[in-house]
């Protein structure tokens, strides 16, 4: 390799070592090695030891059972191609369309004139105003369209907001452990600082402000100067869920030491205990009560079409909305996204969508109801029909689900794995995610790809897929697992 | 400001400041301001010297004329909601859906699984082997579809590659000047150095070898490190179209200086003069004869849905291609795209359509050729149209059309312009455009936001808009400027 390598310009000693140093391992070995799996089936192989491969490393709901929302394709169907629009009778007599995806699509085409077209940089006009009408009526408080920014995902929207913060190697970033590791990849990429706080497994994955205020005041005691607090309610990898006082803590703690709060709220709809509540509501209630005290808290809270019972990750739509920014600021995030042009036009619209469904009495809505209500159930079946199987198994304890889409229960392994791991150059839950996929062809993410506690080992899986024959077969592995190392 | 700025964590002085450096004209303040008069003609206000904003600042094929091209439109439809491949005589008999459209939507329906899925990190496996065909195609060499990199438009695929290569401040990368303004803006992001080379205007803009070499040189004197060369063809914001030579002659000089060649290849079917000489094919060919000499060029050629006779911007579509990259840097590129999940769906299914149309004897190919046609026909009579106007302007000299969807014209203001603008603060080229906005209503991008070369001026324009009204708009303006600053 040496001698080729030479004669090129770039090679792997001489590339950026700030992508070198990014980890992600939502993607990484064990789902190229599961993709290999599905080629090899797909192929005919039949000398593994399954017959189908589970993608339980990634939230991908349309990738497993997850039908996509009727209303929502209908109506991008129209946009895609509007001559359709031209034969309303056959719309609605012959291929079932609504009067109201037709209006709909309507209003969207004169919004955004043609999907093939950009939009203006932060996304079109009356789509943010759609976003801004939904955050009112989701939080009670005035929403501004000039405030909201349409991203590809939120993915993107967290690269935007981490490239306005971070100015140096010593700006500093708290992000929760474990992490959706787009975090800690970015914070890489950006040559800034991941100021680890763990969040309270005993408390089912809350967070702990005791924690937060602990591993700031050490980032500080280190010279770095800490600017932003990232959370993830619902949390991923976590599934937890937080309680309105954990949320205004959080918010509480920020003004206090001046940090902007990212809010990553993607799962807000996957709620299956208590209720969501967002940061944006709870920095506006505070604000009213006490306004001299909350006036500058800088919130940058983003939600996007990936998650919940849309799904809709491959259309790669989202939006931040930003509170309490600075309004020169806020006039360079503009530029930035200006340089990537616009969010995907079709993925925007797909959000007008979601934060606009179709209302009681309209021709749409009970269809949607109905879907709505069969994704939220099944996800919510399928949940607790995981976590009944890992309350069964040696060595496993997982709390009860609260949201999004993943389980993240604690593994003890017997100290043999541990060796064995180790004579493999691997931590221990990587290698017992390795032995998981060989043997049962479901794909999880060991904990160390989001960070956990020295000396604590979990897996992340999301509970996607349908039925229950592939949690037997985690379940029967597991038991194999237990008795080779015991 | 002040006051309220010290309260919070992020102000204009202490956000990242290689953000604020970045400078992004194409949608810049002139843009803000058209959008502006463009708001204000829609609620109505008459005090205007016009009656319609025209945006000739960016290369927006759909926001003009521009319709989409029905085949891929069709496709893309049945992509979003397929239930209704389950209603074939519809769409056959009332619909005027073709055979080929239903098929090729099944087609890619089992290719992606659901345009609401992520897809793989780098792309569907089935569309990259799709565009591999179409460049074996195009050059008459082999693509490997492992090589191919589907993105959210060129643009991000140009981010993916900087990122990559740019490792220190001392990184430098060559661009074009005049540039389209991503490369300046993604390297000062990056914190990397730009090194400019001038295209030879007197040639029409071509590569001139000597001043790439000559900047190079410099460049190295100065201890930067230069390691890629960019080459945009057809070119923008310049319009040129290299030759064969002009191709082979960057890649002997980046053999020779060991420099990864990026071309920006998005315009490739824009060429009204000549032909289109790809650099893979030129690599290739050179390869072909002197194998131990070309052997190790890195080569990353990108293409876009955006452009072209297909002009679908707003679905974010693009791919790039590597050549003789080393394995274990494409293992960090794979990486580095993983992070963000993956472009788009549906606009890698454009990028499916566009790299594979319909053929000769296919149902649906005598319509989409007529649409090429017809496109590709109105806009070399455009560029015409609007090269003649120019010609006829005093103190204005502009090259023939040649390729791209821009020109950029040359503009010699009378010395009291100059003056003027000083006094505003602004350059003369700006100061001449915003005249222009102010007078006309039609957005165009000053020189200075692509660079020039001292003292000259320039500004580019699209010539998407229809109709040559709005040509004559421009011209009534320039005498008018030129009596005025005589």
Known sequence: MSTTTSLRSLNIDNINPRVKEA????RGELAVISEEYRARLLNGDT?????????????????????????FRQVLSLLEYPPLLEKEDVLLNQLGYKPDVIARAKWLLKTVGSVGAYSASAGA??????????????????????????????????????????????????????????YTASLSVLDAKC??????????WGTDLEAIKSAYKQAVAEDIDVRAIVIINPGNPTGASLSEEDVEAVIKFAAQEKLVVIADEVYQTNVFKGKFHSFKG??????????????????????????????????????FELAGFDPLVQEQIYKFVSITLCAPVIGQC?????????????????????????????????????????????????????????????????????????????????????????????????????????????????????????????????????????
Chains 1, 2 share one sequence.
Not at 139 to 167: E, Q, R
Not at 171 to 179: A, D, E, R, S
Not at 195 to 201: K, T
Request: glycine content about 8%.
């Open 125 to 182: 006009p009356g789509i943010k105003q759609s976003i801004a009408t939904f955050i009112e009526g989701r939080d009670g408080f005035p929403a501004d369209p000039k405030d909201i920014y349409l991203s590809a995902g939120a993915s993107s929207g967290v690269n935007t907001l981490l490239h306005i913060i971070c100015a140096s190697p010593q700006t500093g970033v708290l992000v929760p452990i474990p992490q959706y590791p787009l």
């Open 350 to 486: 797909l959000v007008e969508l979601m934060v606009n469904p179709p209302k009681p009495g309209e021709p749409s809505y009970e269809l949607y109801r109905q879907e709505w209500d069969n994704i939220f159930n099944g996800l919510q079946e399928r949940a607790h029909a995981m976590w009944e199987a890992f309350k069964d198994m040696e060595g496993v304890s997982c709390g009860k689900p609260q949201g999004s889409m993943y389980l993240f229960p604690t593994i003890t392994v017997p100290p043999k794995a541990v060796e064995a791991a180790h004579k493999e150059g691997r931590s221990a839950d990587e290698f017992y995610a390795h032995r998981m996929l060989k043997a049962t062809g479901v794909c999880v993410v060991p904990g160390a790809g989001f960070g956990q506690k020295e000396d604590t080992l979990h897996i992340r899986t999301t509970f996607l897929a349908p039925g229950t024959e592939w949690i037997g077969r985690i379940k029967k592995f597991h038991n194999e697992f237990f008795e080779e190392f015991r």
């Open 195 to 204: 100021v680890p706080y763990y969040l309270d497994e005993s408390k089912n």
């Open 23 to 26: 980890e992600y391992a939502v």
């Open 282 to 319: 709870a920095l506006r209630s505070l604000q009213k009560t006490e306004p001299e005290k909350y006036a500058n808290v800088e919130l940058a809270s983003l939600h996007s079409v990936s998650k919940g019972m849309v799904g809709e990750c491959g259309h790669r739509g989202g939006y």
């Open 47 to 71: 000398n593994l030891p399954f017959d189908q491969v589970i993608s339980a490393n990634i939230g991908n709901p349309q990738q497993l059972d997850q039908k996509p929302i009727t209303f």
